[in-house]
Nanobody
Framework: QVQLVEFGGGLVQPGGSLRLSCAAS????????MAWYRQAPGKERELVAS???????NYADSVKGRSTISRDNAKNTVNLQMNSLKPEDTAVYYC?????????????WGQGTQVIVSS
């Protein structure tokens, strides 16, 4: 059983910073790409940033230059540092990982953590 648990959401003022963390637990052969998605009320879930197990990163245009995704392969964690936050960054943020278990390659999701950017 693979589980992803997110930490770090909360209320932050516009212009502020927040760091989200996600830890994977369970058993697998490899963790491939890890990513952060978000879903705002009334909108579809969208990719925020992703990082391969080799460290290659990809960012949504809306967060490029304001956010940094990183991972620690030894600890099976992925982090998202977000700076210069805007009210439009308000959403539930989900950790995502593509994991090669003993039997198959599957996509896993965390339970989500709320981020509210408001004064």
């Amino acid at each position: 059983q693979v589980q992803l648990v997110e930490f770090g959401g909360g209320l932050v003022q516009p212009g502020g910073s927040l760091r989200l963390s996600c830890a994977a637990s369970g058993s697998w052969r490899t963790i491939n790409t890890m990513a952060w998605y978000r879903q705002a009320p009334g909108k579809e879930r969208e990719l925020v940033a992703s990082i391969t197990n080799g460290g290659s990163t990809n960012y949504a245009d809306s967060v490029k230059g304001r956010s940094t995704i990183s991972r620690d392969n030894a600890k099976n964690t992925v982090n998202l540092q977000m700076n210069s936050l805007k009210p439009e960054d308000t959403a539930v943020y989900y950790c995502n990982a593509v994991i090669n278990t003993v039997f198959s390659l599957n996509t896993y999701w965390g339970q989500g953590t709320q981020v509210i950017v408001s004064s």
